[in-house]
T-cell receptor
Framework: DTGVSQDPRHKITKRGQNVTFRCDPISEHNRLYWYRQTLGQGPEFLTY????????KSRLLSDRFSAERPKGSFSTLEIQRTEQGDSAMYLCASSLFRGLANYGYTFGSGTRLTVV | SQQGEEDPQALSIQEGENATMNCSYK?????LQWYRQNSGRGLVHLIL?????REKHSGRLRVTLDTSKKSSSLLITASRAADTASYFC???????????FGKGTTLSVSS
């Protein structure tokens, strides 16, 4: 395993278009997380999966955002009808979760989205 | 989920000096984790300290945890220019929900 992979690294899209990002976690990790980060801020939690089940979604997250993790492997994050406010770095992380304990997260390099 | 609050927000030091940043949190934890983020990159896990530990070392990093004060500190000794980054603490609660990150401490190390 070479770590968490995210694709694409950069995405420029026009306002109103749909975009989809992919994340490939470390294969032994059972949890996968999505975060969004804007300049000068810390990563903002969006959602996470344990295996294929989506366990939590941020209440601040618009209905335009949806995430899937079919078969508990890779995950996709889709943003529909993008807005300029969606411009951010989208970070994916994976971790091993055992016995109510969070172990260290491994983050990908992120997908930078620019909505023009 | 709970968020840690890092202090100071920004720290500027010279190479060779030590850097100390602090983290406070509100409720009981299972463990507390520190991460580093270089500009434009993802976060890198530095160290995890469990609630029953008081101090942990990793290379030039020293983390302390005081559960009675609900606080932690990260000490980087003999700083290098390559330590320039943002540092985040993330308390992990008893229920194991997702980590929530604050704004972090931005460390600048000049040569």
């Amino acid at each position: 395993d070479t770590g968490v992979s995210q694709d694409p690294r950069h995405k420029i899209t026009k306002r109103g278009q749909n975009v989809t990002f992919r994340c490939d976690p470390i294969s032994e990790h059972n949890r996968l997380y999505w975060y969004r980060q804007t300049l000068g801020q810390g990563p903002e939690f969006l959602t996470y999966f344990q295996n294929e089940a989506q366990l939590e979604k941020s209440r601040l997250l618009s209905d335009r955002f949806s995430a899937e993790r079919p078969k508990g492997s890779f995950s996709t994050l889709e943003i529909q009808r993008t807005e300029q406010g969606d411009s951010a770095m989208y970070l994916c992380a994976s971790s091993l979760f055992r016995g109510l304990a969070n172990y260290g997260y491994t983050f990908g390099s992120g997908t930078r989205l620019t909505v023009v | 989920s709970q968020q840690g609050e890092e202090d100071p927000q920004a720290l500027s030091i010279q190479e060779g000096e030590n850097a100390t940043m602090n983290c406070s949190y509100k409720t009981s934890i299972n463990n507390l984790q520190w991460y580093r983020q270089n500009s434009g990159r993802g976060l890198v896990h530095l160290i995890l300290i469990r609630s029953n530990e008081r101090e942990k070392h990793s290379g030039r990093l020293r983390v302390t945890l005081d559960t009675s004060k609900k606080s932690s500190s990260l000490l980087i000794t003999a700083s290098r220019a390559a330590d320039t980054a943002s540092y985040f603490c993330a308390p992990s609660g008893q229920a194991g929900t997702a980590l929530i990150f604050g704004k972090g401490t931005t460390l600048s190390v000049s040569s």
